[in-house]
Structure formats: structure tokens, C-alpha cells
């Protein structure tokens, strides 16, 4: 073989030398991370669950089916069918005898226009579509100010469960620095005095602040439970305190 045929053919080893070395020098595909699951959103199946169980907004619902039942006027020809009865008396050719005959008759009367009830039919119409105009309205706005007063209480709960961790996070403190001041009491460091007011102070956090802020706490879920989902309210109360799991901070 030749010195000119070598050449080419050394040519294509080495290009696929190379291909193939780029090939294992390429790093693998990036899996996509997996995709996280949203948190349930309690808030949003709340509203939900108020708008669909709150007695007020069922009442009106129901008001609003009653209206939209109501059938229309017939449009029909204006028909008057009546019924007339009687007797006659009828006398013989001599006159000694007598006889009653009773008579009797319907009379169908079709008027040529009646302006009067065609007015009463678009009077009735217009009333029923101002009326269902008026409850849909009225809906809308009880369901707007439902939801209004839901949100509101929820932040005030939210409020309240911040204080409320807020002061556990204080009384969790305040028992690590009394362990402190009671070995520095013990080893003449600190006076007794100090180690008696952060006693004081832990007493009061125990049993006024944090026992106030859970009794508000369960009267103001239960007080919106009860108002807001009629026979629903456990259901309501439930996720009321879901909320208030998510909100816990960490320690």
C-alpha cells in the first residue's frame, strides 16, 4: 500500500478516535428535579365550603329558585266560554195543561284583541325579571360580605396565634435563663432576687398571657365555625386548625 492510501485511512482512525472520546467526555442529561406537590390550600376550600353551607346564601339561593320556577303567562286567544241554564213553560192548545221545560247552553265569546291582559302579561314578566334581578343582586352581596368576614376572622386568628407563639418562644427562654440564674445563685454569682423575678415573670407568662391567648383562640374558631357553616361548622372548625398547624413555627 502506497504512502498516499495510508494517509487517508489514518485520517478516518483518528476522526473516530476523537468522536468517540467526545462522546464519553459529554456529561450525562440533567434529569428535570421532580416537581413539588402544592400545599393543600385550606383557605381557598373554606371559602368553598362557607359559600356553599352558610344559611344566609342557602335562603337566598333558594329564593332565587322559587323566582326562576315561575312560569310565564299563557299567551293563549283570549277565550270566555259560559254556561247559561233555565226553564220554559209551555201550555197546551186548551190551556189546563202545562209543562216546564228546562233550557240550557254554552256561549263561546272570542274577543277580537285584549289590550288589557296583553299589558298584564308584560307587566307580570317585567315584575319576575326585577324581582330575580333584585335576589341576584342581594346574593352577590351577602356572598361577597360572607367571604369578607371569613378572611377577617382568619387574619385575626392568624394575629392571635402569633402572639400566642410568640409568647411560648418567651416563656422557653425565660425557663433556660432561670435553670442559669438558679446555678448562679447556687454558686454565689446571682442574687436570689433576680432568680424570684424571672419566676414571677414566667408565672404570669404560664398562667395569664398564653392561657388568655388559647381560650381566645378556640372561642373565636368555634364562634366563626358556628356562624359561618350552619350544620357544617366541624368541618369548618376543622380546617380552621389546619391552618393554624401550618402557621406553627419551627422550632
Known sequence: MSIRNRIPIALVVLMAILSIGHGFAQPTAKKDPPR??????????????????????????????????????????????????????????????????????????????????????????????????????????????????????VDKLSSLKNELDGQKKLLSLLQYNLEAFRKQVEAGVARPSDLWAISERIMIIEETKIQNLSSQLATLKREVAVNLAGARWLELLEMLNQIGRQTQPQE
Not at 48 to 63: D, I, K
Open 36 to 153: 413539588e406537590v402544592p400545599e393543600k390550600d385550606y383557605l381557598q376550600e373554606m371559602i368553598e365550603l362557607v359559600v356553599e353551607a352558610n344559611p344566609t346564601l342557602q335562603s337566598q339561593r333558594n329564593l332565587i329558585k322559587e323566582i326562576e320556577t315561575i312560569s310565564e303567562p299563557v299567551k293563549g286567544p283570549d277565550l270566555a266560554l259560559s254556561l247559561k241554564t233555565g226553564a220554559a213553560v209551555e201550555s197546551s192548545d186548551g190551556g189546563w195543561e202545562r209543562r216546564v221545560t228546562p233550557t240550557g247552553g254554552l256561549e263561546l265569546a272570542i274577543p277580537l284583541y285584549s289590550s288589557a291582559k296583553k299589558r298584564k302579561i308584560a307587566l307580570d314578566k317585567l315584575t319576575v325579571q326585577k324581582d330575580l334581578a333584585k335576589v341576584w343582586q342581594d346574593y352577590y352581596h351577602l356572598k361577597n360580605s360572607v367571604i369578607s368576614d371569613l378572611l377577617t376572622k
